[in-house]
């Protein structure tokens, strides 16, 4: 329903693109061409590269399913989602105001919310609050919004869930 790989492939390109810029700088600089110092290049960059992009793709992909949505390493069934907050009017970074849900653990391994990334607020069960995250939140807030509310009935929310929530808006 929602998939995001956390880093596209297309950058270990960088390596071929640097070891031709080192071929050109030597062309231009009329010293002779060496392949030694391009081909380092190319295996140390895109090495260096493909493992981050390896790690990108294990820690700060998401994807959601109509049963689990798994935020990096971590996956949480659908089930355990009672209630998707609405989005927040501060940004942390703002300095004002944040809503509840803002200071709440972000889903997967990672302490926070990855950079780049807009975190989502969500009521688990038992009382828990979480945040999921995404590039595209909006997307996948479209996408788990319908799951949620078609398993989730207002009443089945306890009165308990919504006295904690008094300041975090309407439900979605």
Do not use: C
Not at 13 to 23: E, F, K
Not at 63 to 71: G, N, V
Not at 108 to 126: D, Q, Y
């Amino acid at each position: 329903m929602f998939y995001e790989p956390g880093a596209s492939w297309y950058w270990v390109l960088l390596g071929p693109v640097s070891a031709v810029s080192m071929v050109l700088i030597e062309v231009w600089s009329g010293a002779g061409v060496g392949l030694l110092v391009p081909a380092v290049f190319l295996v140390m960059v895109s090495a260096f590269v493909a493992l981050q992009v390896k790690a990108a793709r294990i820690h700060v992909s998401v994807e959601l399913t109509e049963d689990a949505l798994r935020e990096g390493t971590e996956t949480i069934l659908v089930r355990e989602i009672v209630r998707v907050y609405p989005e927040a009017e501060n940004h942390e970074a703002s300095g004002k105001e944040l809503a509840k849900w803002q200071s709440a653990r972000a889903l997967g391994e990672l302490v926070g919310v990855p950079r780049g990334r807009i975190g989502i607020g969500l009521r688990l069960t038992g009382g828990r609050t979480a945040q999921a995250w995404a590039r595209r939140h909006r997307q996948l807030r479209a996408a788990l919004t319908p799951l949620v509310q078609e398993r989730v009935e207002p009443a089945d929310v306890s009165d308990a869930d919504h006295a904690a929530d008094d300041n975090d808006g309407p439900a979605l």
